[in-house]
Structures are given as structure tokens and as C-alpha cells.
């Protein structure tokens, strides 16, 4: 199989995916009690001639799979209705937050691979206490809750020493970065103590492996040896758990925006679901959901880039 | 100043197991190998032949513990620090080893793997080390070496990988060559073949080698002098040839009866009865009394010393007799 | 058996059944009314009398953590409950029937897949509205393609193996094979398997309760306790915050290590 009959299967199978999920999706929120209407017409009562025009005016009164699929066909343009709360086009809202949650969940992947790897790979290559401690740091990380993180990063760090703004979302660029450090850091703490984790036990495991005696035998450097062999094959689990982890930390950038007061595509989730904001329930989940799983593919791709024996150029 | 290029004077590894407790795999070794000369070490799985090679590079078990002397060119292996030991292991000696699919980084080209060491260790260009790769790869009988270059180790089988594996060591140049059963995972058909190559390039290049094989037929058709290893311990050392003719020691004996032979078809094969013991389980005394067809009770005392007899060197206390 | 758990896993045992009995005995062991404002008491600091002090209200933080214990872990318990029931029944059927039932089931898991388990939650309590029923549905279904994988991979394996074809010739029905002895040989993956997602559980329900969309006040719950504690802990006084904060990290890091000690006999036993 070469590398474009490979692409072409996964990205099918992306958007089958997909399809699936976006009825999914649609379709729940249609079996609320009391059905699309009560979203609509909230604590109102309507006269028959309201709830008609509300009806015809959101397309209610046409059978469900054609709404579905008018619905998606317009999500597809980036049309994703309007917001009942906002009076806004939903497309509008998400993407003045989609910056908001990108530099969020970014700025934490960036933690996390830095730290989660630099945390592996010293339990790994200095056995002993300081991996015994990193360890015990390692599974701490990985049992607190974002939400407790962020707690204690506000009440140390932004009111106790005063290094960090408490909330917002700041304004240009480096101040905004300013701005995420502590929510990113407690995104990404969990993540963190898991990655390295990964990174201790693949690290360890490539150590022990044949072909790292032969680069030994060889007499090349340790450090070479760790960088070009142990590094290298060691990676392919560990580019795995990063990709999981990014589609998670969309996921976790819910709660982490909701302590932090930032305005992001989680938040206005929140919000939407409090106030009943169908049409923007649906607009966020969709773009959750397919961020969450155009990570999954990438990872997908990276191991056959890393990897040549899962390469699709190969006649395996 | 000694006329050998290697020299193992009582050497013994013992690896940790446990709570202060260590288990010796190579005990009381010694043996030497010439410049340019080949000498096979043989025994079953477990003798510690496989062991007294890495000693060599110092390649142990993390937490072994080495004594007695290892003397390369009159200078003291145990005693290098690590960035001699490093150069020792760069351009002095040089290992292959058995697997060689495990042994070759699965990730990295076959360029990648033969001109690593040479652009590391040696210093050579890219390109330098690109086109002697190439040409050793044809030394060792792989023709369209660009293209074997570009691809990755699951692209060839065991027997080319072998090849590679050869063509890396001579890359370095080494003055001695730790094989480590190169042959036994391959195809039979083809394991004649690689031998043929390893043997013909050292000679031609004048390495000397030490072959670890559980073989002895296959120690005998390439080496000069052989040493029969048992429970960590040097048992027999003679030319290769006095050895295939006139066994010492019983177990020596042994192995070369339990050779199938073209020649001759026995029924059945003759078999050293019983299982062969690692260094640690050894028993007082010698420790192949317990599966020796000619022990007597004094066999089981003492542990009998390597000796000179006949120009042989044996451990057993009835090596006189015929 | 126990033993092999080592001492940290016994530790875990130890501390997780002092909690689990400290919250069935809360309104034996606990100084106060858990609901009852004290005006008097309100963002008070530790005193003799309480303990912990006071929240927002005066209500007394000691009382409101044993009783939140209560909500805090019953909620993941159902959760994991009911995922590896469905997980697991749709596993063994996939892997006993193979073929076309096999491969529906594994689509649906795909699909299931590609959607995060806190945002399913979030859309069953946007469809039910805000309460502990939604997010433990939505969690539920959320986690079940999670237990459904592991064990239908090993479900597969253990199919093949000579014994099911034994029972199988000796004329025992599928359902029999699998109940009596399928499924207690994949007890032990489980078990483990549970373990180990019931302290993501833990941490997800009390992540929904803390964005005000799980347990709903005035009802104690530890992830709620994080969040109506941080105005206090704005104003200096982080008592609540802090001690639900830790008390979740402490349970979490027990049934993890707990979950790690049967994985790893799981693995070693193989």
C-alpha cells in the first residue's frame, strides 16, 4: 500500500467516523423531554401561531433527517446557525474563543512534552532515588484534577506571591501567553506526571535491547547512543501517548477556562448548556469532537513516519 | 612483553542474584590469542563461553563484577577508563553478534548502521564512510549495495543482515574479532556461506578472531587452536586439529561424538547424557563428574587443575590415560 | 492472595475502606449537621469546636467532607458499574459471535471513541439538564468502549483456547461457556481494569460537579467543595478548597496504586 491509498482510506474512515458522531450528536439533543421546542421557547408559553412561526422559522416542521442533514451540510460551510442566547451566528462565537483554547491547549502540549519527556527520561537514565522520587512526583501529577491544580496555582501563585494574573485573557500576544501560563500548567500537570511515565518505561525498556549493546560494542558515546538510537525507537510510544493526551487536553480545557474566567470554546459549552443554547451545544461539540479526532489520525501518521516498518510504503 | 595480542590470566565474572548474593558464570579462566590467529571457544548453552567474550569488551550484566586480568596489547581492559575503553572498543576489537535482527537498530537504515561507528569513531565525512560501506558490502558479497543502503533491517533476511553486521566490523578495522555464534540463528544453507566470508576477509586482513560456538565442527574448520568451556571453566585447550584427532577430556570426547558424521551412520547418536550446569551449580570437585561416563570417586573431591599434557592442556585427572 | 498485593496496595485497601466507612457512618461519626449555616462560624478558621473550620455559610467543612464522600465516590461507582457491565456483556458477544456481530459492535466502539468522555458528558446534561443522573449516564457510555477493548481482546484469546472447545463438545450452551467460564477467567482483567478507570471516574464526576453541571448545592461534594471554597480561598481563607482538593488527590492516588498492583499481577500472572 503506498502512501496515498493509505491516506485516502484513513481520512474515509475519519469521516465516516465523523458522520456518525455528528448524528450523534444532533440527534441526542433531539430527544430532550418536551423535544426541540422547549429549548426554544424556554419558560415561555406560545400561542399556537408563535410556536408554528418558531417551528417553520427553525425548520421543525420538516422531517428529522432532513433537518440533519441541512444542518450539517451547513456545518460543513461553517454555518453552524444561530445562537437563541447570543443572537449571534454560532460560527461567529466559536471563533473569536477558538483562539483562546488553540494557544491554551498548545501552551500545554508544549509543557507537556517537555516536562512529561525531561521527567522520563531522568527516572530513566538515573535509576536509583532520584527515579524513586520522580515517580512518586509522577503518580501525585497524574491523581490531581485540573481543577484542584488551578486552585492551588491561584491561591500560591496569583494571590499569595502575585507572580501571575488571577484571571483574563490578556491582550497581545506575549501578555496573553502571560496570561495562560497557570491555566496551561494546570492542564497539563496530569498529562505531565502520564507522558513521563511512558517515557520512563520505553526509555528503560530500549535501553535494555540488543541493538543499544552493538551501538555499546561499537564504542559510541553514551550520549550518542541515548540520542540516536534509545531517543529515537523509544519515541514511538511516547508520540502515542502525546497525541491521546492533546485530544484529552480539548477535552480538559473545560474546566481549566471555567476556573481561570477565560472566555474559550469550553466555557461557552458551559454556558450553553446552563442556558440551553442548543444550536451552540451542538457547534462546539462538533469542533471538539473533530479536533479530538484529527489528532487521533496525526498521531496515526506519525508512527508510520517514525516507524518504517509501519510505513505504508512497505509490502509488510 | 608478551608475543599475544589478548590474554585472560584467572578471569571470573560473577553477576549479582539477590541480596548480597552473586553468582559466578565464568570462573578461573585463562587463554590467550595470537595476532592474526583464530581460536574457537565451544561448549553447551550455559558454559559461559558467551560470557568470557563480553568480558572482554567489558560488555557484562548491569552490576556484574569482573576479576583476575584481561590483558589486549599489554594494556589492562579492567583497568581503562571509560573513554579508553570507548577507543578499545572503536578501533581494537570488534563483536558480532548472534542475532542479528535484534542486534541492528530496527528504525535506522542499513547506511545509517555501517557508516555510524566510522563517522563517530573514525572521523570520516558522510560521503567517505558512504563509499566504503558500499565496497565492504561488497566484500562481504552484497552486489547492489546502494540500494541494500537505503533500506531498513526488516527489508533483509537473517543471512544479509549477518553480512552486514560483518561488513560494519570490518569497517573499524579492528585487530581482533569477538564472534559470538554468527552463524547459529541463520538457515543452515546459508550459515556456511557467512562463515566463509567472516573466515576468508580476517585471514585476508589478518585479524585474529575468537569464535564462540556451541559447534566444534564448525570451531575446527576455521579456527586454529579450540577451548572446550564446561560450568564456567576452561577444560581442554589444543590445536584444532590435535583436538578433533585425540579428545583429552571426556567431555571434549563427547561433544565430537555426539557430531553427526557423513561418513559414517551411527545408530543412535551417541549423547553426553544429563544436562549441562552453569558455573554456580557446579558441585565440589569436577563439575562434569556427574554426567562423565569414566568418573571415579577422587573425580568428585577435587576440582582438577588445567595441566599440560602432550602439548594439550586438560582438567581432568585421567587425561594419561587413552 | 492479599499479600501479594504488597504494601503499598495494602496501604490503598487500608485507606480506601477507613473512607469508605467514615462516609456510610457520617452521620454517626460527624460533629455536625452538614446542611446547617452558623453564621457565626462562617470562613472561620480551625478551632476546637470545628475542626476545619467554617465555610461561606458557617456550615461546618469536617461534617461536609464525610457526608461529601457519600456523592463524591458513589457517583463513579455506578459509573463504573454500569460501563463494565454493557462493556463487558458487549465484548464477550463480540468476540464469541465474531463476524458480522463482531464488526457492528467494533464500529460503534470506533465511533464512541472519537468522542471525549467529559464532553459526552457535558451533551447528556445538556439533553437532562444539570444533575449527578446525567453525567453518570454520559460517563458511563463514555467509558464502556474503553472496558469493551481490553476485554474482548482477551475474550478473543481465552476463546481459543482447547478448554472452550472441550466445554463446547460436551454440548454446554454459549451462554453457559461464557458465563461459567469465560467470564471468570477474565475476572481478574477486570477487576483490574475497573479499578484503574474508577479513579478517572473520581476525578471526571468531580470536574463536572466543580463547573456546577454535576451534583448541585446544597448537597456536599467534594468537587463542589473546590469550587464554592475558592471565593474563601480568595479571600484568604482556603481551608475548604484545599482539603476537598487534597482529599480527592489522596483517594485517587490509592485507587491508582491499587490499580497498578492488580495490572501488574494481571501481568505477571501471564
Not at chain 1, 560494542?217 to 501517548?241: K, M
Not at chain 3, 457520617?26 to 470545628?50: E, K, M, Q, V
Not at chain 3, 460436551?170 to 458465563?179: E, F, K, M
Amino acid at each position: 500500500m503506498r502512501w496515498p491509498i493509505f491516506l485516502a482510506r484513513r481520512l474515509a474512515a475519519l469521516a465516516a467516523v465523523l458522520l456518525v458522531a455528528s448524528f450523534l450528536v444532533y440527534g441526542l439533543l433531539y430527544t430532550v423531554p418536551g423535544g426541540p421546542m422547549s429549548f426554544l421557547l424556554g419558560n415561555r408559553s406560545g400561542t399556537p401561531e408563535q410556536i408554528a412561526a418558531i417551528r417553520h422559522q427553525y425548520h421543525l416542521d420538516q422531517p428529522f433527517l432532513v433537518r440533519y442533514f441541512s444542518w450539517l451540510g451547513d456545518a460543513l460551510h461553517g454555518d453552524f446557525g444561530q445562537s437563541l442566547v447570543y443572537r449571534q451566528d454560532v460560527s461567529d462565537l466559536m471563533s473569536t474563543r477558538l483562539t483562546t483554547t488553540g494557544l491554551l491547549v498548545l501552551y500545554a502540549t508544549g509543557i507537556i512534552v517537555v516536562a512529561g519527556v525531561a521527567l522520563g527520561l531522568l527516572g530513566a537514565l538515573r535509576r536509583g532515588p532520584v527515579d524513586t522520587v520522580v515517580s512518586a512526583v509522577n503518580s501525585v501529577f497524574l491523581a490531581t484534577p485540573p481543577f484542584v491544580v488551578g486552585v492551588v496555582l491561584v491561591v500560591v501563585f496569583a494571590l499569595g506571591l502575585g507572580w501571575f494574573p488571577v484571571f483574563g485573557p490578556g491582550t497581545g500576544f506575549g501578555d496573553r501567553l502571560y496570561h495562560l501560563t497557570l491555566p496551561a500548567i494546570a492542564l497539563s500537570l496530569g498529562s505531565v506526571g502520564f507522558l513521563a511515565r511512558i517515557t520512563r518505561a520505553s526509555v528503560g525498556e530500549e535501553l535494555g535491547r540488543e541493538h543499544v549493546e552493538t551501538a555499546r560494542s561499537r564504542g559510541l558515546p553514551e550520549s550518542h547512543i541515548v540520542r540516536r538510537h534509545v531517543l529515537r525507537n523509544a519515541s514511538i510510544p511516547v508520540v502515542t501517548v502525546t497525541g491521546l493526551t492533546v485530544a484529552g487536553l480539548i477535552a480538559g480545557s473545560v474546566v481549566v477556562e471555567n476556573i481561570f474566567a477565560l472566555d474559550g470554546l469550553g466555557s461557552l459549552l458551559v454556558r450553553a448548556i446552563l442556558q440551553r443554547d442548543f444550536a451552540v451545544v451542538q457547534g462546539v461539540v462538533l469542533v471538539l469532537v473533530t479536533a479530538f479526532v484529527i489528532v487521533n489520525l496525526v498521531v496515526d501518521l506519525c508512527y508510520s513516519l517514525i516507524d518504517p516498518r509501519l510505513s505504508p510504503g512497505e509490502a509488510a | 612483553m608478551s608475543e599475544d595480542l589478548l590474554v585472560l590470566d584467572r578471569l571470573r565474572l560473577e553477576v549479582p542474584a539477590g541480596r548480597r548474593q552473586w553468582r559466578t558464570l565464568v570462573d578461573d579462566v585463562s587463554l590467550t590469542v595470537a595476532p592474526g590467529e583464530a581460536v574457537g571457544l565451544v561448549g553447551e548453552s550455559g558454559s559461559g563461553k558467551s560470557m568470557t567474550a563480553r568480558s572482554v569488551l567489558r560488555l557484562t550484566p548491569p552490576g556484574a563484577r569482573l576479576g583476575g586480568r584481561i590483558s589486549f596489547d599489554d594494556t589492562s581492559v579492567l583497568e581503562l577508563g571509560t573513554r579508553e575503553l570507548r577507543a578499545l572498543r572503536a578501533r581494537r576489537i570488534a563483536m558480532i553478534f548472534q542475532e542479528p535482527r535484534a542486534h541492528i537498530n530496527p528504525v535506522r537504515s542499513i547506511g545509517d548502521f555501517l557508516t555510524e561507528a566510522q563517522i563517530t569513531n573514525l572521523s570520516a565525512s558522510p560521503k567517505q564512510a558512504h563509499a566504503k560501506a558500499v565496497r565492504l558490502l561488497a566484500d562481504v558479497g552484497i552486489t547492489d549495495g546502494e540500494r541494500r543502503m537505503r533500506q531498513h533491517p526488516h527489508e533483509l533476511s537473517g543471512g544479509l543482515l549477518q553480512r552486514v553486521m560483518i561488513a560494519s566490523v570490518l569497517a573499524a578495522e579492528p585487530d581482533l574479532v569477538l564472534a559470538d555464534e554468527p552463524t547459529t540463528a541463520l538457515d543452515v544453507t546459508t550459515q556456511s556461506e557467512v562463515m566463509a566470508v567472516l573466515d576468508e576477509l580476517r585471514r585476508d586482513r589478518g585479524m585474529a578472531m575468537l569464535l564462540i560456538t556451541h559447534d566444534i565442527g564448525l570451531a575446527a574448520a576455521t579456527c586454529d587452536r579450540i577451548g572446550v568451556m564446561y560450568a564456567g571453566r576452561i577444560v581442554e585447550v589444543q590445536s584444532a586439529e590435535a583436538l578433533t584427532e585425540s579428545p583429552r577430556h571426556p567431555y571434549s570426547r563427547g561433544l565430537l561424538s555426539s557430531r553427526p558424521s557423513l561418513d559414517r551412520v551411527v545408530h543412535p547418536l551417541p549423547v553426553v547424557p544429563g544436562r549441562a550446569v552453569a558455573a554456580f551449580e557446579a558441585e565440589e570437585g569436577c563439575a562434569f563428574a556427574p554426567r562423565c561416563a569414566v568418573s571415579t570417586p577422587e573425580c568428585s573431591a577435587v576440582r582438577p587443575p588445567l595441566r599440560a599434557v602432550d602439548g594439550a592442556h586438560v582438567a581432568c585427572i585421567r587425561a594419561e590415560e587413552p | 492472595m492479599r499479600t501479594r498485593l504488597g504494601p503499598t496496595g495494602l496501604a490503598a485497601v487500608a485507606l480506601l475502606a477507613v473512607i469508605a466507612v467514615v462516609s456510610t457512618c457520617a452521620p454517626l461519626l460527624a460533629p455536625y449537621d452538614p446542611d446547617r449555616p452558623d453564621l457565626l462560624n462562617a470562613l472561620a478558621g480551625s478551632t476546637g469546636s470545628h475542626l476545619l473550620g467554617g465555610d461561606a455559610l458557617g456550615r461546618d467543612i469536617l461534617s461536609r467532607l464525610m457526608f461529601g464522600a457519600r456523592t463524591t465516590l458513589l457517583g463513579p461507582l455506578i459509573t463504573i458499574a454500569l460501563s463494565t457491565v454493557v462493556g463487558t456483556a458487549l465484548a464477550i458477544t463480540a468476540a464469541w459471535s465474531g463476524g458480522r456481530v463482531d464488526a457492528v459492535i467494533s464500529r460503534l466502539l470506533d465511533v464512541l471513541f472519537a468522542v471525549p468522555g467529559i464532553v459526552f458528558a457535558l451533551v447528556t446534561v445538556a439533553v437532562l439538564g444539570p444533575g449527578m443522573t446525567g453525567v453518570v449516564i454520559g460517563l458511563s457510555v463514555a467509558y464502556m468502549p474503553y472496558v469493551a477493548r481490553v476485554v474482548r481482546s482477551a475474550a478473543l484469546r481465552e476463546r481459543n483456547l482447547p478448554y472452550v472447545a472441550a466445554a463446547w463438545l460436551q454440548g454446554r450452551s454459549a451462554v453457559a461457556i461464557c458465563w461459567r467460564h469465560l467470564l471468570p477467567n477474565l475476572r481478574p482483567l477486570i477487576v483490574a481494569q475497573s479499578v484503574s478507570a474508577f479513579g478517572f471516574a473520581i476525578i471526571d464526576l468531580a470536574a463536572i460537579s466543580f463547573l456546577g453541571l454535576g451534583v448541585q448545592p446544597p448537597s456536599a461534594d467534594w468537587g463542589l467543595m473546590v469550587k464554592s471554597g475558592l471565593d474563601g480561598a480568595m479571600r484568604g481563607r482556603p481551608m475548604e478548597a484545599i482539603s476537598a482538593g487534597v482529599l480527592i488527590v489522596v483517594v485517587v492516588v490509592a485507587v491508582t496504586a491499587l490499580g497498578d498492583r492488580l495490572g501488574s499481577r494481571q501481568g505477571g500472572a501471564r
